[in-house]
């Protein structure tokens, strides 16, 4: 499958605009992932978003709600927040340069490629690379996507450009606290000289691939084991009907369950008011079959 740029726009140093691409630079499905499903029934456990009182809700009657006091919310619709107009939402403009080893690891976060997006944005971005490569230096720079604006330093990497977002400073914890209860006394001489040794007899050239994700090959280990153990308990699911009628008419079965549970522990007033509320609810449930 082909990657997906996560963000296009144009990379910018003074003058000079250059079109390129973001696409990130970790794979998530390298790991191995797994999905829940309910044991007894065999069928996988969705999530719906719901409120108390009311159940399950349309996503499109759902708001931003934010708490401005302890339990008081502002609404704010979420067209709203994507009317806020921001260059860096386009333009990620090269604003500061810094020493490549001057920015704390603290501050990296998720790295991404940054690549032209066709042919004639290759020589423009070619030159910001050299530039950046012979200068050792870091770019800096803001860029708006997925509803955020990150934090960015553009470097060389390879034949291209590595675009990494960093934290920002009111984002990283004080370590001070953390630390406190370390007492401050040197360390002695004779153990220092010791794990010195050590750390020289085992330093060498970083090689990623000289690591394995240990966990992830003996999770890959134990399902192939039991993908070929006969003893092992399958099931079959079906997802095509996710969101067809059938969803709703578990949803409806487990709601009536619900509501004879709550009859028989209320007053006939209590009953009357769960039968209005099983009738708003089948027609809520007609509603979404029909749609």
Known sequence: MAARAIWKGQLRLSLVSIPVEMYSATKSGARVSFRQIHGPSGKPVRYQ????GVGPVDADDIMKGYEYEKDQYLLIDPEDIDEIKLETKKTL????????????????????????????????YRVVRDALRSTKMVGLGQVTMRGKEYLAAVKPCGDGLLLETLHYAEEIRDADPMFSQIEDDTADEELLEVAKSLIERKTGA???????????????????RKTK?????RVQTDDGDADSGDNVIDLMAALKQSLAKAEGKSSGKSSSK??????????????KKSA
Request: proline share 7%.
């Open 49 to 52: 978003k719901t409120v108390p």
């Open 93 to 124: 403009e090269l604003v500061q340069f810094v020493d490549a080893c001057e920015i704390p690891p603290l501050y990296f976060d998720k790295p991404y490629y940054l690549v032209p997006t066709d042919d004639l944005a290759e020589d423009a």
């Open 206 to 224: 970083f090689k990623a691939d000289a690591f394995k994700d240990n966990y992830s090959i003996a999770l890959k280990d134990l399902i192939d």
């Open 229 to 233: 153990s006969k003893s092992t308990k």
């Open 274 to 287: 769960s039968g209005k509320t099983t009738a708003k609810s089948s027609k809520a449930a007609a509603k």
